[in-house]
């Protein structure tokens, strides 16, 4: 017999020898499987919880950004409107424009102001009245604009663009359908604002656009007179650039003889004649927190005192978002508070002005926020500023919001150097 090899072959693929033959090859065990599920749940777990305190933070952080952001753009803009407060309005005269048409009845006509179609509006300087709206350098919770959130006060800044000193030495010496004539035009253009006084105790002025300054080439009445002041179309940023020698020479009919702008002949003969500077440079500005933001409405190109439109964002223009509080005062003679002066003598004492404004943030905190005795606002809702204390308890859920304190003081530096121009010479 041939000699018989015994080869001995590999166990198939996926099989192990064992002394009882042939069997499976050893894996994971059903615990093992579930012990490593266990493991991945909770490092899940752990990751998920890191990712939601991290959008948490995230959270608390852009919401505070987002206040601050609200209440610094809105603190901006309030400043910057506020440190030229009285700019061309202010002298130390008695019979200049504080001290006249501060305490009075203003007359502007502007056919173009919009969407209103009125030819006038009028600023009544009356205190006491129920439509006071003083064309003062700052009034604040003037009774001719509707109030703004609860809680909150509503701020009028007026300042003129001219380019010269504020001077009262354009006395009136004619005043007839020619035009008004003057002791100095200087400085005097077209297209500027001019406000015509008449002398106290008279309270009567009136404003409106420069439309031609004859001179001795032009045609018509007043020819060649250096001294005469012309306001012919009554529309603002529309005056009068015709050929002065052709047939765009103006009528003398329409001529500062108008009983419905207040610029009725013979009413200023003795008063004077102030430079507000070009037509668009004028601000009379307007400032109220409506529906949880800072808006500011132009008085010269919308009527700012209509209650039905304190919703319409086209009369107010939102400024600054999520602001609940907004306060200011003004320092008289070192006290503050929010009277208006009651002779321009007193306006003279008014040095400055200081504002607080507070934003609150978009997110709602599912937890009630801990304050401290010490934050802004405190343990009881209270927020504290240079001019008394806000309760911030009259929001609902106060408690669940961050909040953003701004304010500042804010020199009026026009009224401080107003003391410094004195009155022209007399008629």
């Avoid at 610029?263 to 004028?282: C, E, H, I, Q, W």
Wanted: proline share 5%; hydrophobic share 40%.
């Amino acid at each position: 017999m041939k000699n018989m090899k015994t080869s001995v072959h590999a166990p198939a693929a996926g099989f192990a020898l064992s002394e009882s033959g042939f069997k499976p090859a050893g894996g994971f065990t059903l615990v093992e499987i579930l012990v490593a599920m266990v493991i991945g749940l909770v490092a899940m777990l752990a990751v998920l919880q890191t990712l939601s305190l991290t959008e948490s933070q995230k959270r608390n952080v852009i919401s505070g950004a987002d206040a601050q952001t609200g209440s610094a753009i809105g603190l901006y803009l309030l400043e910057r409107d506020l440190r030229m407060a009285g700019y061309g309005l202010v002298n130390a005269a008695d019979s200049g424009l504080l001290g006249v048409c501060g305490f009075g009845t203003v007359t502007m006509h502007n056919t173009d102001r919009q969407p209103l179609a009125a030819t006038t509006f009028t600023y009544d300087g009356v205190l006491g009245s129920a439509s006071y709206l003083p064309f003062t350098p700052i009034a604040i919770n003037p009774a001719g604009i509707p109030a703004g959130d609860a809680g909150t006060d509503v701020v009028l800044v007026n300042y003129g663009g001219s380019f010269g000193m504020v001077g009262d030495r354009a006395i009136v010496t004619v005043d007839n359908a020619t035009g008004i004539k003057v002791t100095d035009r200087s400085g005097f253009q077209n297209g500027d604002l001019i406000m015509v006084t008449a002398l106290p105790p008279a309270t009567t002025c009136a404003m409106a656009e420069i439309t031609d300054l004859p001179n001795s080439s032009q045609c018509g009445a007043g020819a060649g007179d250096s001294g005469i002041i012309v306001h012919a179309t009554g529309t603002y940023s529309n005056y009068w650039r015709g050929n002065p020698l052709g047939a765009g020479c103006p009528s003398t009919a329409a001529r500062f003889n108008d009983v419905a702008t207040g610029l009725a002949a013979s009413t200023y003969v003795g008063g004077r004649v102030f430079n507000l500077g070009p037509a668009d440079k004028l601000a009379s500005h307007v400032y109220a927190v409506r529906n949880g933001a800072l808006t500011m409405c132009d008085m010269l190109t919308h009527d700012c005192t209509a209650a039905a439109s304190v919703n319409d964002e086209t009369f107010w223009r939102r400024i600054a978002p999520g602001i609940v509080f907004f306060n200011a005062e003004f320092s008289n003679a070192g006290a503050w508070g929010t009277a208006p002066p009651a002779t321009r003598t007193a306006w003279m004492g008014v040095n400055a002005a200081r504002v607080v404004l507070v934003s609150r943030s978009d997110q709602f905190e599912k937890n009630a926020i801990t304050y401290s005795a010490n934050s802004q606002p405190n343990d009881t809702g209270t927020i504290t500023w240079a001019g008394g204390t806000l309760d911030a308890t009259t929001i609902a859920n106060w408690d669940h919001y961050r909040y953003k304190v701004v304010e500042t003081r804010i020199p009026l530096r026009n009224l401080i150097g107003g003391k410094n121009i004195p009155e022209g010479p007399a008629p």
